[in-house]
């Protein structure tokens, strides 16, 4: 299957500070998304992003397929920005393939 | 549109026993697949169905069974509960294929074997 890296594992933060976590994937892929995992452990879905640039408020992703990796950006920090954030892959269909996960902890 | 529901959310049981949980999908969602999370192996995809046909496996024994209904509700069993299956286990739906497709999960069952 599919490798996944994600780094770092852990990130603490100030509220309002910025950040940039990494998604390094070991093939070629069809799908790729970012989600935050909530506290009650819900995956939240926050970008598809196979390829290219996407932003969503504070928050913009961006994939470059041909190097295997993707970066989430969160700017202007948030306690509520707080939990888990998980890339996933896939090449086949449905079937996906988890990082570890970036910890992260905003500071008020 | 309501979103991926699951039931139980929360389940107790003893070693040796079988659960099943149940996930039901977005309306209009065919693709159907379930993810067990722990603390040491993190997310692991366990199997999907579509159109009541499973169409991925993960690598789980074969204790770790599903189905899909013609109405798209899934079903996942796990039978001879072991301590070790004490896991979140969580349910994503989407249209079809999953290519250029956004997965949607549910809020998961947690599952704690005693």
């Known amino acids: 299957g599919i490798q996944v890296e994600q780094s770092p594992p852990d990130l603490i933060l100030q509220e309002g500070a910025n950040s940039t976590l990494r998604c390094n994937f070991s093939?070629?892929?069809?799908?790729l998304q970012w989600f935050h995992q909530n506290p009650w452990g819900q995956l939240i879905n926050l970008f598809y992003i196979p390829s290219g640039t996407k932003q969503n408020g504070r928050l913009s992703a961006t994939t470059v397929a041909t190097e295997r990796y993707s970066l989430l950006y969160i700017s202007s920090s948030q306690t509520t920005d707080s939990g888990v954030y998980f890339c996933?892959?896939?090449?086949?269909?449905?079937?996906?393939?988890f990082g570890s996960g970036t910890k992260l902890n905003v500071k008020p | 549109k309501a979103g991926v529901t699951q039931t139980p959310r929360y389940l107790i049981k003893t070693r040796g026993q079988q659960v099943t949980l149940s996930c039901s999908p977005i309306?209009?969602?065919?693709?159907v697949s379930w993810y067990q999370q722990t603390p040491g192996q993190g997310l692991q995809f366990l199997f999907e169905?579509?159109?009541?046909?499973?169409?991925n496996k993960g690598n789980f024994p074969g204790r770790f069974s599903g189905r899909q209904f013609s109405n798209s509700r899934s079903e996942m069993n796990v039978s001879t509960l072991e301590l070790g299956d004490s896991a979140l286990y969580l349910c994503?739906?989407?249209?079809?294929?999953?290519?250029?497709?956004?997965?949607?999960f549910g809020p998961g069952t947690r599952l704690l074997v005693l």
């Open positions: 169905y579509f159109s009541e046909t499973q169409r």
């Open positions: 093939d070629s892929v069809n799908n």
């Open positions: 996933a892959v896939s090449y086949n269909f449905n079937k996906f393939y």
């Open positions: 994503a739906s989407s249209p079809t294929s999953g290519v250029q497709e956004t997965q949607y």
């Open positions: 309306s209009g969602h065919r693709s």
